[in-house]
């Protein structure tokens, strides 16, 4: 008899308690389609795509990718707060889509507080802040000390205007009084070649972008964000601990639907979620992200992103940006 690897086993048990919910109350009774508010390729999608072959199985429903980029995610989210609110249209929301873009963007035609209904976070991806070896700073509080004697000297690249590692950035000079100067790219490819080659002195990023150059020796971090040090960085400091509080938060990925969406549907699809996030397979492919894993509740989801939103509305106001 052929044996199963634990995640076969682990999956067919899901399958047959779906099954036995879908019986009771008739949903899901076709597929799914997943709106991914970015190209394919990228992290959003990576993950996307992971959740969404989890959850076909546990559904017994496809869940389709449908990847609707633009506009830095506004479209696609978008797509998704205009979408049929009857559980068959979810979609991917992330900490630009749902809390910075709200902060910067001028005239989004939808609201991320009263026209999503939050399903659950997914996980959640450290920052990072590293700059070139040549900065002579061997630590992060030796930085700012360097940083506060030579205002405007120091410049630090983004891949763009109103991006998440230029709300970082603005985030990390407000708590701690330093000016350096933004240096925007058209996208976190360029910006991260002119850090290596040290046309700029610093970069923000998401870890796993940067990770393998921190490592290599060609980029030297300074600080991590979250609630404690990462694994894969252990004597890397959390931007908490180097007293910019306010720029240790880190990038997440969860799921949303459409405002008025069924409550039971939304709380279904959070407990399936929540069923496929503890699978070992599911939680080493998103470890190989560098994610950590949040599976949280759609209250708490809807809290965390209004408190992100007013994070990022400080940062927002204070560095006077705005995207039209």
């Keep these: 008899m052929t044996r199963l690897r634990p995640f076969a086993l682990a999956a067919a048990a899901l399958v047959l308690a779906a099954a036995t919910a879908r019986a009771q109350d008739g949903y899901p009774n076709r597929p799914l389609t997943m709106i991914v508010p970015f190209a394919a390729g990228g992290s959003t999608d990576v993950i996307g795509r992971l959740i969404a072959d989890a959850l076909s199985r546990v559904l017994g429903q496809f869940v389709v990718v449908d990847n609707r980029g633009g506009a830095g995610g506004s479209l696609g989210t978008g797509a998704i707060a205009k979408a049929t609110p009857d559980g068959y249209t979810i979609g991917m929301g992330t900490a630009s889509t749902l809390a910075i873009n709200p902060a910067t963007y001028r005239n989004l035609p939808f609201d991320v507080l009263t026209d999503l209904a939050p399903i659950g976070n997914i996980a959640a991806v450290p920052n990072i802040m590293a700059v070139h070896p040549g900065v002579p700073a061997a630590d992060i509080r030796a930085f700012i000390a360097l940083a506060k004697s030579q205002p405007g000297r120091l410049s630090y690249a983004t891949p763009g205007h109103g991006s998440v590692a230029h709300l970082l950035g603005e985030q990390f000079k407000l708590a701690t009084g330093t000016n350096l100067l933004h240096v925007p790219y058209r996208g976190m490819g360029p910006a991260l070649n002119d850090a290596v080659g040290g046309q700029v002195q610093v970069i923000f990023d998401n870890l796993p972008t940067s990770l393998e150059l921190v490592r290599s020796g060609r980029l030297r971090a300074m600080a991590i ?100």
């Design 225 to 324: 964000s979250g609630e404690k040090r990462v694994a894969a960085l252990p004597d890397i400091p959390t931007f908490g601990e180097a007293g910019a509080e306010d720029a240790n938060w880190m990038a997440f990925f969860g799921l949303i639907a459409p405002k008025d969406t069924p409550a039971p549907i939304v709380q279904r699809l959070n407990s399936e979620l929540v069923r496929v996030l503890a699978i070992p397979e599911v939680r080493d492919r998103l470890a190989a992200q560098q994610a950590i894993v949040v599976g949280n509740s759609p209250a708490a989801f809807k809290a965390e992103i209004a408190r992100e939103v007013a994070r990022f509305k400080r940062a927002v106001t204070a560095a006077k940006i705005e995207v039209n």
